[in-house]
């Protein structure tokens, strides 16, 4: 499950660990992942019950341009072209 809330400098995603009905117990759950997008980055944050702290990941642009790439390339070294 995800929620999407717009506000007035970013936009916010909220990805929810949640099971089917048929596994529950099967798995401990992980903390939501929130994800807070502007528009010159992308902040993904979730909290750490080991050490009690918010984990953060500052992405660019640029940056998220070649995650999402690379979620559909076999192994190698790739650059992007710009422009």
Known sequence: MFTI?????????????ELPQAEIGS????E??????????VVVEQ???DTGELA???LTIEQ??????????P?????LQRG
């Open 5 to 17: 809330e717009h506000d007035f400098d970013a936009t916010v995603i909220t990805l929810i660990d």
């Open 27 to 30: 798995r401990p759950l992980n």
């Open 32 to 41: 939501d992942v929130v994800i807070h997008s502007f528009d010159d980055r």
């Open 47 to 49: 909290f750490d019950p």
């Open 56 to 58: 953060q990941i500052v």
């Open 64 to 73: 998220l341009e070649e995650l999402r790439a690379a979620l559909n390339l």
């Open 75 to 79: 192994e190698g070294n790739y650059r």
